[in-house]
């Protein structure tokens, strides 16, 4: 079974300044893919990133990047320049590839709150 | 072009009583899947569905909950004899094909209250 470990409850984080946030997983399945999702306090799920276990460069998608450390089983999402509209809860996830196994598996979650 | 849909966004029920929550997915979208999120919790997997057939409902209490994706029509999460445990988010997410190779798009959520 999957398992995602995010181990950060809640950071502050000022305005402008680059955070990474901690996400380790834990399978022994070979394909998967790992995802990051932005939760504001309205309530919507925000798809941010995505990496898949075979991808060789770690995955950018504008201010967000994902640092992947296959040995380490951690994917890291970095938020550069930090805005205020960045406050919100975060999630890591993963999916395996094998058939019947495609659930994503979410982690607890970190809230971000960033200081003007 | 038009994201998954939930209705409806709120939902309040008294125990006892059944709950019926509906899930449009992204038009051409073939794979739903359902999720619950408890009050400051991340969000559980409950049911996988393509067209007509669940995929994996292991993550579904076997009793008062079941799901469907018909050929035609939204997906429905049914929930009878509700119970104020119930009280949750729900989730839709759909995808065009199998996760991890694409990207699962979620809906608002609908937000149950057992009164």
């Known amino acids: 079974a999957q398992k995602i470990t995010q181990t950060q409850p809640g950071m502050f984080v000022q305005e402008k300044e680059a955070v990474t946030l901690d996400c380790t997983y834990d399978?022994?399945?070979?394909?998967?893919?790992l995802f990051w999702y932005k939760q504001p306090s309205s309530g919507e799920m925000i798809f941010l990133i995505y990496q898949g276990s075979y991808d060789q460069q770690n995955a950018t998608e504008g201010r967000y990047s994902l640092n992947f450390q296959k040995a380490r089983k951690s994917a890291n999402l970095v938020i550069s320049a930090s805005q205020l509209g960045d406050s919100a809860m975060y999630f890591c996830?993963?999916?395996?590839?094998?058939?019947?196994?495609?659930?994503?598996?979410f982690g607890t979650g970190t809230r971000l709150t960033i200081i003007p | 072009n038009a994201g998954v849909m939930q209705n409806p966004r709120h939902l309040v029920r008294r125990r006892g009583q059944e709950a019926r929550l509906r899930c449009s997915p992204v038009k051409g979208h073939s794979h739903v899947y359902w999720y619950r999120q408890l009050p400051e919790e991340g969000l559980k997997f409950m049911v996988y569905l393509q067209k007509e057939n669940i995929i994996d409902e292991s993550g579904m209490p076997k009793e008062r909950f079941s799901a469907e994706f018909p050929k035609e029509g939204p997906s429905i999460l049914r929930i009878q004899q509700v119970v104020r445990g119930d009280s949750a988010a729900y989730f839709c997410a759909s995808s065009p094909s199998r996760s991890p190779d694409y990207e699962q798009y979620f809906g608002p959520g609908t937000r149950l209250t057992v009164t």
């Open positions: 399978t022994s399945d070979p394909s998967y893919g």
């Open positions: 996830a993963m999916s395996l590839a094998n058939f019947g196994n495609e659930k994503l598996t």
